[in-house]
């Protein structure tokens, strides 16, 4: 059994340090399933830390492409599709560990995060008009929460409770309509696609884990962007580097179960399943593992049976053989402890887990002038455009939007802008196509975005018609990990016992206190996995402790209360008394300067 040799650490001590080539590496092989960001990033983990030979790696992927939901491509026919974009922030130290290593395919002699680093500081993010309304006019949300004095105790209690206590509980029994009619909750629900039945859980590990970005939550200053689709700037890097140290990439496979040797303190995978498309045929094969084969299996997609329609077409709901969710399925049920998970929790509920996106491409140079109106800048300048998404507030589909730094794609043409759009209630009839998302095609998506954004009604018919291409997606599982849940319902990464397989990817568990829907957690739980397996003498990041920085959550408290200054029961001169005293400590100093109580020393010098 291995022995886990790799902790945490926030310092860079261990950070800084190179690590050693592990005892017995030359004697391994890895298979990763699936070639999404947590299989490349433990590939690399392997070779750079581990050192481990690239051509004793092999990644096996379903589809012909690197990257799982970081993806970009242009379809000859539809044009070009992304199915989402990650929203990326400083602390993110797995990430920019991983690619610090990762050579820049744009700059000379500069990595994957030289060239990030040097893009948003020469060009930083930030949004000028977060929401709207009244088809496309600036709602002037002043950058305010606007949280009652109610609401404020509801996220307070959520941020303080016990994470058992709001297992398998929905963020609408824990939150009233005091936090769902505020603008925290636009800010909040559209950013990270959250909704009222989802996980409190996961709402209350994101409240933790992004503390230090609530003041920049209104603007978006808490964000950063990569200059092209995530495809391009991060996954066909990571692709070169793998190619070029040996690495092994099996496309057209579907991995379909996996077989254990199981007793009551050991674990070992022992033979891979899959079955290889070679054109209209499936041929089975496999291979057997040993003690020195090492396996790192993605279970669960967010992106699994996603459907593309394109602009006379509308995308359908794939409620088919799921082969990600089917395989967890199947390893689940080979260890009657639960050890391997509960898939159902998360793959089982389409309905609650479902939402559509829509790739735009403008081909009329009037469609970019109506952008412009809203987000304040020239979308054709190459720099930040939109700055994070536009949400139209009133849009009976929860309508998002946005535009990222143009071009997207390498090969986008000059006149061209690419607009990512999505709706989480894809099945509520629009405002002007009078049809729920899900049935729309392409065209008809364009003219509802297109009402929401200010167009004329009388000129939206023949502005979608031919001024755009657009290519709609559904996909039945995004917000799958964000169903309620509790301890157990994920696999732990490396499972107790476990000789020489792990689990990574988002339906892992792992063992900071990270949260999901981020290439952090994909990339940490390929780094916790491939550590503790190979026994890398490396720590891994710690989670930013921003949550237990007692200035962050000072400052984090005085943004939700729209800079209101605390005022206490009783007669104003006993306030006083009380908020001077304060002041006198280091506590309410800092609570003083962030605004959270009347600075009494500077309000009695004006007087």
Not at 5 to 28: C, H, L
Not at 88 to 114: G, K, M, N, T
Not at 261 to 285: C, L, M, Y
Not at 452 to 473: S, Y
Request: a negative charge; charged letters at 25%; proline letters at 5%.
């Amino acid at each position: 059994m291995t022995v886990f040799t790799s902790g945490y650490t926030s310092g860079n001590y261990e950070a800084f340090a190179r690590s050693r080539k592990p005892a017995g590496v030359d004697d391994k092989t890895a298979w990763f399933v699936g070639a999404g960001l947590a299989s490349l990033a433990g590939a690399a983990f392997l070779i750079r830390d581990g050192h481990m030979d690239g051509k004793k790696i092999t990644i096996l992927e379903e589809g012909r492409l690197v990257g799982g939901a970081l993806d970009g491509i242009e379809e000859p026919e539809r044009g070009f599709v992304i199915r989402g974009g990650r929203e990326l922030e400083d602390h993110y130290e797995c990430l920019w560990d991983l690619f610090r290593s990762i050579p820049s395919l744009e700059v000379e002699d500069a990595s994957v995060l030289d060239e990030f680093y040097w893009l948003n500081k020469d060009d930083p993010n930030y949004s000028l008009c977060r929401v709207t309304e009244k088809q496309g006019q600036d709602a002037h949300t002043g950058k305010l929460f606007t949280l009652s004095p109610k609401a404020q105790k509801e996220v307070q209690a959520l941020y303080l409770t016990n994470r058992k206590d709001v297992e398998n509980k929905r963020i609408n029994e824990v939150f009233t309509d005091e936090v769902f009619k505020s603008n925290f909750w636009i800010y909040w629900r559209t950013m990270f696609a959250f909704e009222e039945w989802h996980s409190a859980l996961e709402m209350k590990l994101y409240l933790h884990r992004f503390i230090h970005h609530i003041g920049g939550m209104p603007d978006f200053t808490a964000l950063k962007f990569t200059k092209y689709n995530q495809y391009e700037s991060f996954a066909l890097p990571l692709r070169k580097y793998l190619i070029d140290h040996g690495v092994q990439f099996q496309f057209s496979t579907t991995v379909t179960d996996v077989d254990f040797d199981i007793t009551e303190k050991r674990r070992q995978a022992t033979r891979i399943h899959w079955s290889v498309t070679d054109g209209e045929n499936k041929v089975p094969g496999g291979v057997d593992l040993g003690p020195n084969d090492l396996l790192f299996m993605t279970i669960g997609s967010l992106t699994e049976n996603s459907d593309n329609g394109d602009h006379h077409t509308p995308a359908k709901l794939n409620e088919g053989p799921a082969p990600a969710w089917d395989l967890w399925r199947h390893i689940a049920a080979k260890d009657l402890s639960g050890a391997f998970g509960h898939p159902n929790v998360f793959g089982a509920h389409i309905p609650e887990t479902k939402w559509e996106a829509a790739t735009v491409t403008t081909l009329d140079k009037r469609i970019p002038a109506y952008i412009q109106k809203i987000c304040k800048r020239d979308p054709f300048s190459g720099k930040v455009v939109t700055g994070g998404i536009v949400t139209a507030k009133d849009s009976k589909w929860l309508m998002s939007w946005t535009v990222n730094r143009q071009p997207h794609f390498k090969k986008q043409p000059k006149d061209q802008i690419v607009v990512w759009v999505y709706s989480l209630f894809v099945d509520t009839p629009g405002d002007y196509v009078k049809k729920t998302m899900s049935e729309c095609t392409g065209e008809e998506i364009t003219q509802e975005w297109l009402y929401h954004m200010g167009v004329p009604v009388e000129e939206i018919p023949e502005l979608a018609a031919t001024g755009a291409k657009t290519v709609p997606t559904m996909m039945p599982y995004v917000t799958s990990f964000f169903m309620p849940r509790e301890a157990g319902d994920r696999p732990d990464v490396i499972p107790e016992g476990s000789v020489n397989f792990a689990f990574i990817g988002q339906f892992a568990e792992s063992k900071s206190r990270d949260c999901i829907f981020t290439t952090e957690y994909s990339v940490r739980t390929a780094m916790e996995s491939t550590y503790h397996l190979l026994g890398i003498e490396r720590g891994i990041p710690e989670v930013f402790n921003s949550t237990y920085d007692v200035r962050t959550v000072i400052a984090a408290a005085t943004s939700l209360r729209d800079g209101q200054p605390l005022h206490l029961p009783g007669p104003e001169f006993v306030n006083k008394f009380i908020f001077r005293a304060l002041e006198d400590n280091v506590l309410g100093s800092i609570m003083a300067q962030e605004g959270l109580i009347p600075d009494v020393a500077k309000e009695e010098k004006k007087e």
